[in-house]
């Protein structure tokens, strides 16, 4: 569910008053925070909950959005905020169901676009992701130990940072409108390599190792902007990494192994 704190149409207006919103929708994606879809007559906007102790990434994450739309990039920027709950924009467009060239293009020069602005930031510690791996390695260990197996060579994880990455670009995380895209839920962002940012996208999108030709336009469209040139080999490695990390996560989120084996 995308829905673990309820809030009514009436508790809205008296929250955000200058709004006059007309109707909320609770969206069913998404398993740790609470997202709503909320209407004024004229607009629709993301409404926030974080159910999750993080404020200094929540305000980490809104200067970085500001960034991101400054250098020309479709992101939600936050709009307004008060009483922990947080007011984005809505982007147009919609999820693609069917992966296309076009695709493929569009999210290779939003990602070489953003690490270009990204590489700009004083960003030296992925501790968390570190820390969450090895607190998923051990829940494994105990409770399905035939996928620890699977996920065993995630422990020898070793840090490298070019600069903040989004890190979970998946298909639902992009909003495409004709020929532009957007990319949104930024909140999990990290300091981390672009190759695996970029690993993180081909997996996300179901382009599969031995697909060379989905990786080679991405790659060619990538190189065009990026902050520095990836090569292939690099890229191959970490979507093996990448395909075990998401894994691990469902395993240890879901507390069972079906979400994992779609991945695997």
């Known amino acids: ?12 207006n008296k929250i955000f008053s200058s709004y006059n919103f007309i109707k909320i929708t609770p969206t ?17 906007y993301i409404l926030k909950k974080y ?46 169901k069917v992966v296309k060239n076009y695709h493929i293009q569009l999210l290779a020069r939003f990602l070489s676009k953003m690490h270009k602005e990204t590489a700009k930031i004083k960003c030296n510690s992925n501790k968390d992701l570190k820390n969450e791996i090895a607190k998923a390695l051990k829940y494994t260990k105990l409770n399905f130990f035939s996928y620890y ?6 422990k020898n994880f070793r840090y490298k940072s070019d600069g903040i990455i989004h890190g979970d670009i998946f298909k639902d995380n992009t909003i495409f409108d004709e020929e532009k895209i957007g990319v949104i839920d930024f909140i999990d962002s990290f300091c981390g390599a672009f ?14 190792k031995n697909n060379n030709y ?19 080999t690099e890229v191959l490695n970490q979507m093996t990494f990448a395909t075990n990390l998401f894994a691990l996560k469902r ?12 991945l695997l």
């Open 214 to 232: 989905y990786i080679n336009l991405f790659l060619k469209n990538y190189n065009q902007y990026a902050p520095k040139k990836l090569r292939k």
């Open 28 to 44: 069913i994606s998404g398993s740790i925070d609470t997202t709503y879809i909320v209407y004024t007559n004229s607009t629709s």
């Open 149 to 154: 197996k699977k996920f065993e060579s995630l």
């Open 251 to 262: 395993v240890y989120q879901y507390k069972n192994t079906s979400k994992a084996k779609e």
């Open 1 to 12: 569910m995308g829905v673990k704190t309820q809030i009514t149409l009436d508790g809205l």
């Open 51 to 96: 159910e999750r102790d993080i404020t200094k990434k929540i305000n980490q994450d809104i200067q970085l959005l500001n960034m991101l739309k400054s250098a020309g990039l479709n992101v939600p920027t936050c709009i307004d905020k008060k009483d922990g709950w947080y007011l984005y924009e809505k982007l147009k467009g919609k999820q693609p």
């Open 195 to 208: 190759s695996l940012d970029v690993a993180i996208a081909l997996v996300g999108f179901d382009i599969k």
